[in-house]
């Protein structure tokens, strides 16, 4: 059973930097593609943003508009995880942040079958 288990998230201050992992089990790590998607508070379950992927061997990488430049996505294949660094933190990245493993690069808009984390809270304050 594939399991996907994010970590790293917590309370820090505007402008400062913040790396999320995430670690996923019960399957070839290099079988997914990797995503970040994130959850603002107060917008409907289905509102959650699309943040970065990046493909089956880190070669290629992409990244939403929003956060392009102060966020970098990574992976580590030998450890079975994948990294989100988020650097110059602004209160409106306060968001639950998901980690998930799909199948087809990019991974923006994911597959009814990829395996979404339960989540890591980031809450940022001004």
């Known amino acids: 059973q594939v399991q996907v288990v994010e970590s790293g998230g917590g309370l820090v201050q505007a402008g400062g930097s913040l790396t999320l992992s995430c670690e996923v089990s019960g399957r070839t790590f290099s079988d997914f593609v990797m995503a970040w998607f994130r959850h603002a508070p107060g917008k409907e379950r289905d509102e959650r943003e699309f943040v970065a992927t990046v493909d089956w061997f880190g070669d290629n990488v992409y990244y939403a508009d929003t956060v392009e430049g102060r966020f970098t996505i990574s992976r580590d294949n030998a450890k079975n995880k994948v990294y989100l660094q988020i650097n110059n933190l602004k209160p409106g990245d306060t968001a639950v942040y998901y980690c998930?493993?799909?199948?087809?690069?990019?991974?923006?808009?994911?597959?009814?079958?990829?395996?979404w984390g339960r989540g890591t809270q980031v809450v940022v304050s001004s």
């Open positions: 998930v493993a799909d199948f087809v690069y990019p991974a923006h808009i994911p597959r009814r079958d990829a395996y």
